[in-house]
């Protein structure tokens, strides 16, 4: 049982990194991030793409715990925690709306840190995916079976887990199986991290693969240290920075008390299913907005 569970205070973090959560898909995990997202206490939070999943969002899907989610975030925004929200492939769309800001809240493709005098440099990473930039139907598609993956992978956990059995990930297993798979990820972080060399960071910092990481390599031009937060639909894991340290979060349901985390997740939802997802969208940008005026 972790501190967080007893209610004896929350985590406090300085930077907060979270990637590929996919609210609007079937195999998000709204509730077990959600419960995460109220056991610390950021001071400032990146979102580095696939935040939101406009390629599989559908009106016949929104749960309650997906809006929590984007609800929980406003909270924070409201309370002046700096957010910014680096857009990826799957919420694409956005990249129009680069360099929106509105309170604390703003909208960029990629980002420059200093932290404690080091170099960071931070953006999603599927400007490196070949396939998506050249055939994106094909991607697209094969979201599609992804998605489909999750679902099967749902089913067979829930079965798992009732009988005794331990969660696992489908996909994760057939990435690891897969030569080519563990080979793209090699080459991406690689690449990535020789660019950030010749720019002379110190780090660089993606999402994009579900792959967490923290890694240094050493390259031609110095020594660079790459960390992937990962994602919130197999993984469930998180970048933080405290105190000039980086550390690589990973949800575990033990760490959190039962009873605890369900009502943590089903707190105030029945004010929530009055109110349509627009509704709720513009009535947190308008409390933003009149917050900003202020």
């Known amino acids: ?34 419960n995460y997202l109220k056991s610390i206490q950021p001071k400032e939070v990146i979102l580095n793409g696939d935040i939101i999943d406009i390629w599989q969002f559908s009106k ?57 005098g080091q170099k960071a440099w931070v953006f999603h990473g599927d400007v490196f995916d070949v396939t998506m930039q050249h055939s994106r139907w094909l991607t697209k598609l094969g979201a599609i079976g992804y998605d489909a993956l999750i679902l099967i992978n749902q089913v067979v956990n829930f079965f798992s887990e009732k009988f005794g059995g331990a969660r696992i990930s489908l996909s994760k297993r057939v990435k690891n ?19 950030a060399a ?21 390259t031609q031009h110095g ?17 933080e920075y405290h105190k000039g340290k980086w550390s ?22 029945d004010n929530l299913s009055e109110k349509t997802p627009k509704e709720l969208f513009g009535k947190m940008l308008q409390d933003m907005y009149i917050k900003d005026k202020s």
């Open 1 to 34: 049982m972790t501190e967080n569970s007893q209610g004896k205070g929350k985590r406090k973090v300085d930077l907060l990194v979270i990637s590929d959560v996919h609210l609007g898909m079937y195999g998000c995990r709204a509730k077990e991030l959600l």
């Open 60 to 116: 016949r899907y929104w749960p309650k715990s997906h809006m929590k989610v984007v609800s929980h975030l406003f909270k924070w925004m409201s309370k002046g925690i700096k957010i910014t929200y680096i857009t990826g492939n799957h919420d694409e769309m956005l990249r129009k709306f680069e360099g929106f800001s509105v309170g604390s809240f703003e909208l960029q493709n990629k980002m420059t840190l200093n932290l404690d």
């Open 177 to 195: 199986s897969v030569k080519g798979a563990v080979k793209f990820i090699n080459q991406f972080e690689e690449v990535a991290t020789d660019i």
């Open 198 to 218: 010749e720019n002379g960071f110190d780090y660089v910092i993606c999402g994009h693969i579900h792959h967490p990481e923290m890694k240094e390599y050493e």
């Open 223 to 239: 020594k660079v240290k790459y960390l992937n937060s990962g994602d919130w639909i197999e993984n469930l894991s998180s970048l």
């Open 248 to 269: 690589l979060y990973q949800y575990h349901d033990e760490d959190f008390d039962e009873e605890t985390s369900e009502e943590m997740a089903e707190k105030d939802l």
